[in-house]
């Protein structure tokens, strides 16, 4: 046999080989896949994210809000935006008369480790509330909070993840966040 001959031979014997190998899902599902690949196939998944805002105003519960949403891992990630106006003046039609409000958060990143999850969130919430001077009308307030948090969190419990206290104008802002993995074939809770 000749060597042109003999090179092609072990050519098409390498790629009948190669052609052979099972893909890596069939590996994945094999049962004797490596631990190493059967841990980073089980980190990956769908999670149901609740986010839950509670501010007070003066003592007084001035919002207390929730939000849950799906995100997948190594998919884009989802976003909230949830926004409000408010009239000062029922009679004014001007924009100057209009004060938005807005709860926006982004999830900018989200990694499985074990029974925990981390997770990094821009949030900016922009607030209203009723000046509380005396001497003049009463009128509303708008401010802006903005904020990331980049906890690891365990899964399935609800934790606080950030907080803040606002002595000197008598308001709190917290931040409570629970991430359960998504089981579309679960039932839902009957309430």
């Known amino acids: 046999m000749s060597s042109k001959r003999l090179a092609i031979l072990c050519f098409l014997l390498a790629a009948t080989a190669a052609c052979a190998q099972p893909s890596p899902a069939a590996a994945a599902s094999s049962p004797h896949a ?6 980073a196939r089980s980190e990956q998944g769908t999670y149901e994210i609740t ?26 990630l ?14 004014c039609s001007d924009p100057a008369c209009t004060i938005e ?38 009128l509303p307030v708008a401010g802006t909070h903005q904020y990331l948090v980049t906890p690891t969190v365990p899964i399935g419990k609800r934790i606080t993840v950030y907080s803040h206290l606002d002595a000197g104008h008598n308001t709190s802002v917290e931040v409570q966040l629970l991430v359960k993995r998504f089981d579309p074939n679960q039932p839902e809770p009957q309430p």
């Open 101 to 138: 409000g807005a709860t926006d958060v982004d999830i900018l990143r989200l990694q499985p480790r074990g029974d925990s999850i981390y997770i990094a969130l821009k949030i900016s919430t922009q607030t209203i509330g009723m000046d509380d001077f005396d001497f003049l009308p009463k």
């Open 51 to 76: 986010i839950a805002f509670k501010r007070t105003f003066h003592g007084k519960l001035a919002a207390d809000k929730t939000y849950t949403l799906l995100a997948t891992v190594g998919d884009l």
């Open 78 to 91: 989802p976003a909230i935006r949830d926004d409000g106006r408010y009239r000062t003046d029922a009679s």
């Open 34 to 39: 490596s631990p190493a690949h059967k841990a």
